[in-house]
């Protein structure tokens, strides 16, 4: 087979992203543990009845959590995310800044294996899915030379996805907290309400058939909400 072959470029990266994933279980579970059966939730500025609604859109993600996402864990009381701010292109943002939209909100750093490897499907995904409905938001949370983040954007074709960075590491300290991470990767997938459907520590295949048919199915789940 052409080494250049793009399946077999496409297996490696799949079979290195799971072997890579093998690094993140012992605290994947933890985090996963305290995430779905509410021993610490999210707190801030939202109360579960804010989210009583997305509790429901969680629910149907059951059929969908398969294949190459599989790992994804299913909140069983959705609540918002705590308050957490960053910067963008455009100024300082927030979680609020993006209600109406179903945000896969994902948590990396150059120094981080797993999340480079991750980082070319998640711009995929963007292409794919991005717009007023559905956006990545991909954190990144160098706090050493953060001005080299751009450049190693460029370096790797990564151009669908908005910078958004956490040069002081807040957003992670906050999430931490509040036992929603334990490290890198971590992605969040939140609904447009802003309301934590499930998460998932560790990478995943963001552009594979079996993602796209669960961000899609929240997409047209919250279009009826």
Request: glycine share 10%.
């Amino acid at each position: 087979m052409h080494p250049t072959d793009p399946d077999a470029t496409r297996r490696r990266r799949i079979f290195s992203n799971r072997m890579m994933s093998l690094f993140f279980l012992g605290g994947a579970f933890i985090a996963a543990g305290l995430f779905l059966y509410g021993k610490k939730g999210p707190s801030g500025n939202g109360a579960a009845d804010e989210c009583r609604g997305s509790a429901e859109i969680a629910a149907k993600m059951t059929p969908f959590i398969r294949g190459e996402v599989a790992a994804m864990q299913v909140a069983k009381t959705p609540k918002r995310l705590p308050p957490i701010s960053f910067a963008s292109p455009a100024g300082q943002k927030s979680m609020i800044d993006f209600g109406g939209k179903t945000v896969l909100f994902n948590l990396w750093a150059t120094w981080c294996v797993p999340c480079r490897a991750e980082m070319p499907a998640l711009d995929d995904l963007q292409k794919t899915l991005g717009g007023d409905q559905f956006e990545v938001l991909a954190l990144n949370m160098d706090t050493r030379n953060p001005e080299k983040v751009p450049q190693w954007l460029k370096e790797n074709g990564i151009a669908a996805l908005t910078l958004y960075t956490d040069a002081e590491g807040k957003a992670f300290q906050t999430l931490r907290k509040e036992s929603l991470v334990t490290g890198l990767p971590t992605t969040f997938l939140v609904d447009a309400k802003g309301c934590v459907l499930g998460g998932m520590a560790g990478p995943a295949e963001w552009d594979s058939a079996d993602a796209l048919a669960l961000l899609t199915s929240v997409i047209e789940a919250g279009r009826s909400k």
